[in-house]
């Protein structure tokens, strides 16, 4: 559904079907937006929602979708998929469509463990963690696509952030996990 008049009146602009639930929407400009969700679900809209099109990306279900800038966004699926797109014009580019990241256990109150395995290798990389506020807490070096341990010393319970950040200091994946 939309509105073009805050919200008295909507009209209904697309229907996928009770199998295509929508789990998040974001848009960058007032015609250009996206919604995700269940079945692999991604659409795309160019026209302010007029019309829509399906996004050719094929994973199971989308949870979420952040455009953090106007040209690069990023979409959360099952299983801890994590697609990230480039803007390319008014092209939208899937340039990591095989990203996956898992943190095992979340919460967690002693040690979890992050697992990366994505096309971006992490040479020279590092983990970066901030608190709530978005203070760093810890960065630590990490080499390669191995797991990365991380442990509860200095952390109080509570919810922290991470960024896994290549040699140029470009985050390459972010997620949250929680210390008990």
């Known amino acids: 559904t939309r509105t073009t008049n805050g919200g008295d009146d909507w009209e209904e602009v697309f229907s996928g079907g009770p199998e295509q639930a929508l789990r998040a929407a974001e848009f960058i400009s007032p015609t250009m937006g996206w919604f995700v969700g269940d079945s692999g679900t991604l659409l795309m809209t160019q026209d302010a929602g007029d019309t829509w099109e399906q996004e050719d990306v094929s994973v199971n279900g989308y949870l979420g979708i952040q455009f953090p800038t106007f040209d690069t966004g990023y979409v959360v699926g099952a299983l801890g998929t994590i697609i990230k797109y480039i803007a390319i014009g008014t ?25 990366y395995h994505g096309n971006e290798s992490l040479v020279n990389a590092s983990l970066l963690i901030t608190d709530m506020a ?47």
């Open 91 to 115: 092209d939208i580019t899937p340039v990591t469509a095989a990203t996956e990241v898992s943190i095992n256990p979340n919460p967690f109150s002693t040690f979890t463990t992050l697992t």
């Open 134 to 180: 978005g203070r760093r807490v810890r960065v630590t070096a990490i080499a390669g696509d191995r797991p990365i341990v991380i442990t509860r010393e200095k952390l109080t319970s509570g919810v922290y952030y991470y960024k896994l950040l290549n040699e140029n200091n470009d985050a390459v994946v972010s997620g949250k996990f929680v210390v008990e």
